[in-house]
Every structure is written in C-alpha cells, then in structure tokens.
C-alpha cells in the first residue's frame, strides 16, 4: 500500500506560480509512473502530467510550457512545478501512483488550488 500526501496548494492570482509536492510511502524509484490529476468542480478528473520511472515526462496540452514535472528518488517526492497560472487550473489537485506487476493504483488525498483576482 502506497500512501500519497500531497502539499503546496494554495490560493494564487492569474498569471503567479505554485509548487505542489507529492510525498510517497515507498520508494518512487520501485513505481512505475507517477502523475498529477486534477478534478475541478462539475468536471471530471484529467491527468495533468506523468512522469515514469525511467524519467520520462508527459504533460497535458493545456499545460504544456507552463507546468514541470519532477521526481526526487532520494526523497520519494514528485512535484509539480505550475506557472502562469490561469483561472481555469482551479481545481483539486491529486497525486497518482501506478504500479504495473501486480497492477495498482494509489491516490493521495488532494490538494486545492484556487487561481483568482
């Protein structure tokens, strides 16, 4: 069992940045892919961006250029860096993890970012 804690929400106006964190029980290293959803009010939840074991990164188009994301093996972190943060990113943020032999699928929590004036 994987356990996720994400952190680093917060409220931020159009146009700043934030840095989420992503703190897992075990180490990342042994996890296939690691991502970042998000799941605004009435919407369904979308994947933002992953990034595997391997280092291989993938981003959501409609983050792409703006949002980074990354791992620390040594701390068992990943991060989500987001920038010129527009009023549509508000949402609940949440950390993935995706295990592929046995297959499982661990969630954290979530974590609220609010983009507004």
């Known amino acids: 069992q994987v356990q996720l804690v994400e952190s680093g929400g917060g409220l931020v106006q159009p146009g700043g940045s934030l840095r989420l964190s992503c703190a897992a029980s075990e180490r990342i290293f042994s996890i296939n892919t690691m991502a970042w959803y998000r799941q605004a009010p009435g919407k369904e939840r979308q994947l933002v961006a992953s990034i595997t074991s391997a280092g291989n990164t993938n981003y959501a188009d409609f983050v792409k250029g703006r949002f980074t994301i990354s791992s620390d093996n040594a701390k068992n972190m990943v991060y989500l860096q987001m920038n010129s943060l527009k009023f549509e990113d508000t949402a609940v943020y949440y950390c993935?993890?995706?295990?592929?032999?046995?297959?499982?699928?661990?969630w954290g929590q979530g974590t609220q970012v609010t983009v507004s004036s």
């Open positions: 993935n993890a995706e295990r592929y032999v046995p297959y499982r699928n661990y």
